[in-house]
């Protein structure tokens, strides 16, 4: 499943998702772990990490959680109701990758819902996701 979601990812997302290099590190039905290198053009002024690209990359990890509910992993056309985002620690420029893990919590005929969370390579919480979906 995980080559089948890396290929969904690649063929869905827009160009600046991409440039993410989000990778698939591991995946089951309604749970997938993904890596993002932290890139110095996704750290901000601050030093750390830009709450945008954590939210680009959580946002698209529920994505993949719900696709990897799909039979052979197939994209189902939805947009994002809502993200919200709690950021709880910063996540500092030189670190090397953070590891987001995206877990679906339930799912109806028209709309899903899931949390995602984000941690630093010491396993430590910096970003805490709740999500809404609605299937096209």
């Given at each position: 499943?995980?080559?089948q979601l890396?290929?969904r990812?690649?063929?869905?997302?827009?160009?600046m998702?991409r440039?993410?290099?989000l990778r698939?590190?591991?995946a089951?039905?309604?749970?997938?772990?993904?890596?993002?290198?932290?890139?110095?053009?996704l750290?901000h002024?601050?030093?750390?990490?830009?709450?945008?690209?954590?939210?680009?990359?959580a946002d698209?990890a529920?994505?993949l959680?719900?696709t990897?509910?799909?039979?052979?992993a197939r994209?189902?056309?939805m947009?994002?109701?809502?993200?919200?985002t709690?950021?709880l620690?910063p996540?500092?420029?030189?670190t090397?990758e953070?590891?987001l893990?995206a877990r679906?919590?339930r799912?109806?005929k028209?709309?899903?819902?899931?949390?995602?969370?984000?941690s630093?390579?010491?396993?430590r919480?910096?970003?805490?996701?709740?999500t809404?979906?609605?299937?096209l």
């Amino acid at each position: 499943m995980i080559e089948q979601l890396q290929s969904r990812l690649a063929a869905v997302a827009a160009p600046m998702v991409r440039d993410l290099a989000l990778r698939v590190t591991a995946a089951q039905a309604g749970e997938v772990t993904l890596a993002l290198p932290v890139a110095p053009a996704l750290v901000h002024a601050g030093g750390v990490l830009c709450g945008q690209a954590i939210m680009a990359a959580a946002d698209t990890a529920m994505v993949l959680a719900l696709t990897s509910l799909e039979p052979g992993a197939r994209f189902r056309p939805m947009t994002t109701v809502q993200l919200s985002t709690s950021f709880l620690r910063p996540v500092p420029g030189d670190t090397p990758e953070v590891t987001l893990v995206a877990r679906v919590l339930r799912t109806g005929k028209t709309l899903a819902y899931g949390e995602v969370s984000l941690s630093t390579p010491d396993g430590r919480l910096a970003a805490h996701a709740t999500t809404t979906y609605a299937y096209l």
